[in-house]
T-cell receptor
């Protein structure tokens, strides 16, 4: 299985800060990309899909760079409630399910 | 919203027992899956099902089997539980059009 790589962190940031996560994937034929959020001892939940042109959802911006095979997630004006693990996820199109990175841990402090 | 339920949140079993984990979805999705998640290893796919009675092995199928007799229900079976199968088990569905995956709340299984 092709790899999805993320910096495990942890990223410790103060409230209000802007933080960015990057993720690289090895399969150039990958077609669909996602960011998931996982709280401690809970299931992963879809945060947002990542589109080729980039997309934004409130304080969250996702970007895709196919040439360099990386995906990014930017969180602006961090909240305490953003503390979680963020999983980068790639669909390899020929695969039966999504390929998950191991996640990046974020801790937002007061 | 998609709703995926799992039969147990926490389960403790003894080595050698046969264990059944059940997953039920309410949205008529063809694609269902089972992962396990372990610290440092991330999510690893055990089995995938793309229709009733249809299944495909994932990355780590050894020691597991699955059953999908009805579209809404996908069961994971540990034929003879071992301590290295202590893990968080996550099931869910994948949307056929968008490839988005939605998970149930997970079952934390401990094998003693």
């Amino acid at each position: 299985r092709k790899e999805v790589e993320q910096d495990p962190g942890p990223f410790n940031v103060p409230e209000g800060a802007t933080v960015a996560f990057n993720c690289t994937y090895s399969n150039s034929a990958s077609q669909s990309f996602f960011w998931y959020r996982q709280d401690c001892r809970k299931e992963p939940k879809l945060l947002m899909s990542v589109y080729s042109s980039g997309n934004e959802d409130g304080r969250f911006t996702a970007q895709l760079n196919r040439a360099s095979q990386y995906i990014s997630l930017l969180i602006r004006d961090s909240k305490l409630s953003d503390s979680a693990t963020y999983l980068c996820v790639v669909n390899e199109n020929s695969g039966y399910a999504l390929n998950f990175g191991k996640g990046t841990s974020l801790l937002v402090t007061p | 919203d998609v709703k995926v339920t799992q039969s147990s949140r926490y389960l403790v079993k003894r080595t050698g027992e046969k264990v059944f984990l059940e997953c039920v979805q309410d949205m008529d999705h063809e694609n269902m899956f089972w992962y396990r998640q372990d610290p440092g290893l991330g999510l690893r796919l055990i089995y995938f099902s793309y229709d009733v009675k249809m299944k495909e092995k994932g990355d780590i199928p050894e020691g597991y089997s699955v059953s999908r007799e009805k579209k809404e229900r996908f069961s994971l079976i540990l034929e003879s539980a071992s301590t290295n199968q202590t893990s968080m088990y996550l099931c869910g569905i994948r949307d056929r059009g968008t490839y988005e995956q939605y998970f149930g709340p997970g079952t934390r299984l401990t094998v003693t």
